[in-house]
């Protein structure tokens, strides 16, 4: 990152602003909760959202004007990987195959501190160029990576929540850790990182599978002793998995309450996938307030399943979305948002624009416990916003000039756009991105 560019105290930009101010239907484009204000200007303040309004600010507000552009709040990435660069698009396997042949030859490359430095850079900038400005993220067992992590957010001022991967089994020697050590570098971690600035601390066993049951015992014991810390894991994502998990841990019901043995379920737990619950853990899930993150991309490329957003919301199990690099293939939260129509429509269900805007945006929020600072333009949130294209291209142009009604045009935006419709991030007001051209 260059030099921190210096942010005008008042500031407005002009366009289309777009976000959410309750929970819309799956299903239903005409559903409450969509805040649409066509030509509008947004006001920044000393980094935080203070007012949206029709008329044109006095004097003292340095203008940007986007007519015809959307603006939305930063997009909120609830799973993500940033070791896992390395292995997007990686061929021909299943996820527990995907794990040994790519990924953990990939991930031990971060042992190397110079290397976490440089793809903790790169997966930030990333994130931003793709209109993400908030991400809950797993590095790797090293505790270097996470520090490494942090601190390339905190250069860019991004709401970052990570903590070190926990494996003390089923890993190659080169990526296990052990319960003492590991609990040693999370503490240190904790009180160097949780809180401060815009970072917070999430207990991080990657899967059941790869963690004994002392190490996630030991999991347990730092969310009891260290109220506000989040937790991040992956549950139910693969058949294969699954088994393997009734296979390891007989006594549990089933995989979700595995976790919740060693007390790892919680108002500030997101656990990735979730395609092989059934009620009885959706309902968990709703009770102690744990949430979903649904990885779409994911799910397609390594063949796991289609996750049922449906059932999720009969039971009252927050859902949010993530991209899951790289076993997604994209960055892209517009691309996640895609991907996740299509799993969706596969089920014969047809889930809208706003649905899938919302749980990228104020839903993430929500299920984080952030909601007052990330996810909206509520007044007194932080100034995470990206402007968007509505299209670049002459088909897009074309298909925007005979959309229906709003959600017509927004859905076939969100279809058809990607990296390039982003003309610029913000990141508490700070411009963060802006588009080349
Ligand atoms: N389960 C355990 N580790 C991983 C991972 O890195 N990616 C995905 N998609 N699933 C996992
Ligand atoms: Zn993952």
């Known amino acids: 990152m260059s030099a921190v560019p210096t942010l005008p105290e008042r500031m407005a930009l002009f366009g289309d602003l777009l976000d959410f101010d309750a929970t819309p239907a799956l299903d239903d484009p005409a559903s409450p909760g969509v ?14 959202i203070s007012g949206v309004q029709a008329h044109e600010p006095d004097v003292g507000w340095a203008q940007e004007r986007h007519a015809g552009r959307l603006i939305l709040p930063g997009f909120i990435d609830t799973h993500v990987h940033s070791a896992q660069i390395d292995v997007l698009g990686a061929w021909g396997t299943a ?8 990924t953990f030859p990939a991930e031990a490359r971060m042992a190397d501190p110079a290397h976490a430095a440089m793809m903790s850079g790169l997966f930030l900038d990333g994130l931003l160029a793709t209109g993400t ?3 809950m ?46 609990e040693r570098d999370c503490t240190d971690l904790i009180a160097r990182w949780h809180g401060q600035g815009r970072a917070a ?54 995989y979700l309450d595995v976790y919740q043995r060693f007390g790892l379920l919680g108002p500030r737990a997101m656990l990735a996938h979730g395609i092989w619950l059934d009620d009885t853990d959706r309902t968990l899930l709703r009770e102690s307030g744990a949430a979903l993150a649904f990885c779409p991309s994911s ?18 199990a927050a859902v949010s979305m993530a991209c899951d690099v790289g076993g997604g293939t994209s960055l ?43 996810g909206s333009f509520d007044v007194g949130t932080c100034a995470d916003v990206v402007v968007w294209d509505r299209a670049r291209h002459p088909v897009e142009i074309r298909r925007q000039a ?33 588009r080349p051209n």
């Open 133 to 135: 400005t908030a991400a």
């Open 299 to 316: 799910n397609l490329f390594l063949g796991s399943g289609l996750f049922d957003w449906a059932a999720a919301r009969q039971q009252g």
């Open 35 to 48: 805040r649409y204000r066509p030509a509008h200007w947004l006001l920044i303040e000393n980094g935080r």
């Open 201 to 254: 601390y999430a207990v991080t066993p990657r899967f059941a599978p790869t963690s004994t049951d002392a190490q996630l015992a030991m999991a347990g014991a730092l969310m009891a002793a260290h109220p506000g810390l989040y937790m991040q894991t992956h549950v139910a994502e693969n058949r294969d998995e699954v088994k393997w998990v009734a296979e390891l841990f007989p006594q549990a019901r089933s």
């Open 95 to 102: 996820l527990l195959d995907w794990l040994e042949t790519h």
């Open 402 to 434: 005979v959309a229906r009604d709003l959600h017509d045009a927004v859905f076939a935006w969100l279809t058809l756009a990607g990296d390039e419709h982003v003309v610029s991030t913000r990141v508490a007001g700070q411009m963060r991105y802006q």
């Open 332 to 374: 892209s939260m517009l691309r996640t948002l895609a991907d996740g129509y299509k799993v969706q429509a596969m089920a014969g269900r047809r889930v809208t624009a706003w649905a899938l805007l919302h749980a990228a945006t104020r839903g993430a929020a929500e299920a984080l416990g952030l909601a007052r600072e990330i």
């Open 137 to 182: 993220v797993f590095p790797t067992v090293h505790k270097g990576s996470v520090d490494a992590l942090f601190r390339a957010a905190a250069q860019r001022g991004m709401r970052m929540i990570a903590g070190k991967v926990l494996m003390d089994r089923h890993a190659p020697d080169n990526l296990r850790d052990d319960v003492a050590q590991a």
